[in-house]
């Protein structure tokens, strides 16, 4: 059974900070998903990473993934007010034609201050 | 108009009620997804649906159904709701044509409480 996990749960950082989001899942895949979601929003499709070494940037955020560590990562480069939501990781694990079935991390709920 | 239509988007009901929620969309997408988030799990996949004759259960289906009504619906039941089934339900959408280089359509969810 895949599992992902997002750490830190919780993230308060200050204006103009620097900070990393991490997500970790437990078996093999090389599709990952990062959305973003306001408080009582939708999800926001931010990044879509699928292969290993794969690196894409928006902005202040850049997403990468190693598969080998299983691993993808959320940078967020000089923080601002606006960046202020939760944040998700998702797995994809299925293969072949059946991919499409996503885990999804318990989210990071990111607070950006003065 | 939202590309992914969930109806209702508030609902407040009681202990043993059967509720219907849908997920209607016009992305033209074959696939269609129902989750259920509740603070600090994430989402949790309940159905989903590669085309009209394909469901299968996720992880959380004990307690609920689902029917594929055409392509552009998929609705989400509770047969008997129990408070425990309080949360914030999400209808999504995918093209198999697409592959894994789109990712998920969210629609804006239903905020269901059971009393």
């Known amino acids: 059974e895949l599992k992902v996990e997002q750490n830190p749960l919780f993230l308060s950082m200050q204006e103009g900070k620097n900070y990393t989001i991490y997500c970790n899942y437990s078996?093999?895949?090389?599709?990952l998903y990062w959305y973003r979601q306001d408080p009582g929003k939708s999800l926001e499709s931010l990044f879509v990473?699928?292969?290993?070494?794969a690196v894409k940037q928006e902005g202040r955020l850049m997403a990468s993934l190693d598969t080998k560590a299983r691993l993808s990562t959320l940078h967020i480069t000089a923080a601002v007010h606006d960046l202020s939501a939760t944040y998700f990781c998702?797995?994809?694990?299925?293969?072949?034609?059946?991919?499409?079935?996503?885990?999804f991390g318990q989210g990071t709920i990111l607070t950006v201050h003065p | 108009d939202a590309d992914v239509t969930q109806t209702p988007r508030n609902r407040i009901t009681k202990t043993g009620k059967r509720i219907m929620l849908e997920c209607s969309q016009t992305?033209?997408?074959?696939?269609m997804y129902w989750y259920r988030q509740d603070p600090g799990l994430g989402l949790q996949l309940i159905y989903y649906?590669?085309?009209?004759?394909?469901?299968n259960k996720g992880e959380i289906s004990d307690g609920y159904s689902v029917s594929r009504q055409a392509q552009a619906k998929f609705s989400l039941s509770l047969e008997s709701a129990i408070p425990n089934q309080t949360a914030l339900y999400f209808c999504?959408?995918?093209?198999?044509?697409?592959?894994?280089?789109?990712?998920?359509?969210f629609g804006d969810g239903t905020r269901l409480s059971i009393l």
């Open positions: 999504a959408t995918s093209d198999r044509r697409m592959g894994s280089n789109q990712p998920q359509h």
């Open positions: 078996t093999t895949s090389d599709r």
């Open positions: 990473l699928l292969s290993n070494g």
């Open positions: 998702a797995v994809d694990n299925a293969g072949g034609t059946s991919y499409g079935k996503l885990t």
């Open positions: 992305k033209g997408h074959d696939r």
């Open positions: 649906s590669f085309d009209v004759k394909d469901i």
